[in-house]
T-cell receptor, first 116, second 107 residues
Framework: GAGVSQSPRYKVAKRGQDVALRCDPI?????LFWYQQALGQGPEFLTY????????KSGLPSDRFFAERPEGSVSTLKIQRTQQEDSAVYLC??????????????FGEGSRLTVL | DAKTTQPTSMDCAEGRAANLPCNHSTISGNEYVYWYRQIHSQGPQYIIH???NNETNEMASLIITEDRKSSTLILPHATLRDTAVYYCINAGNMLTFGGGTRLMVKP
């Protein structure tokens, strides 16, 4: 596709369930980012990949959150034992550049997670 | 990343220029200023960025003060579709979003 694609768009999980959110970046894009956006707030950085290497995971809120990009294209964000505070929109973004100043990012529409 | 300060909300009349200010007094010399906007239920959309010179593209103009401590995003002829949250970011390797300015364009 022409843009960043995320799936599922909507996910309802029971507390304690594991969830996996998928991101298909724009083909050939080197950098991939995950953000978490709570209702009424700006996006919060979670983690960053350059190709298959996870260069920064400082924003992951706990060890229940795990992200991977094994072949340097598609990425999956996994949340284990979901809690109600994990309810948010999870945004994926990609950029054709790596390294510093990758700031012109292309965002997907997000995956809205609701934990009951 | 250094933080930015923006007004929480602004109104603008349709067809008029919308001027959105941003304070980034702690910006580093090599950090760019980026502007994004987020329309309801969509992902953020890149608008424009600059280092120290003013910039213009088909969407907007960016005016950066000489001391680089603040900038203004200008939408020259705001339309109803420009209603969104506008984020000003100064960025190194990744973007750190703040709360942004909620711009409401009114008929």
């Amino acid at each position: 596709g022409a843009g960043v694609s995320q799936s599922p768009r909507y996910k309802v999980a029971k507390r304690g369930q594991d969830v996996a959110l998928r991101c298909d970046p724009i083909s050939g894009h080197v950098s991939l980012f995950w953000y978490q956006q709570a209702l009424g707030q700006g996006p919060e950085f979670l983690t960053y990949f350059q190709n298959e290497a996870q260069l920064d995971k400082s924003g992951l809120p706990s060890d229940r959150f795990f992200a991977e990009r094994p072949e340097g294209s598609v990425s999956t964000l996994k949340i284990q034992r979901t809690q109600q505070e994990d309810s948010a929109v999870y945004l994926c973004a990609s950029s054709p550049r790596g390294g510093a100043n990758t700031g012109e990012l292309f965002f997907g529409e997000g995956s809205r997670l609701t934990v009951l | 990343d250094a933080k930015t300060t923006q007004p929480t909300s602004m109104d603008c009349a349709e067809g008029r220029a919308a001027n959105l200010p941003c304070n980034h007094s702690t910006i580093s010399g090599n950090e760019y200023v980026y502007w994004y906007r987020q329309i309801h239920s969509q992902g953020p959309q890149y608008i424009i960025h600059g280092l120290k010179n003013n910039e213009t593209n088909e969407m907007a103009s960016l005016i950066i003060t000489e001391d680089r401590k603040s900038s203004t995003l200008i939408l020259p002829h705001a339309t109803l579709r420009d209603t969104a949250v506008y984020y000003c970011i100064n960025a190194g390797n990744m973007l750190t979003f703040g709360g942004g300015t909620r711009l409401m364009v009114k008929p």
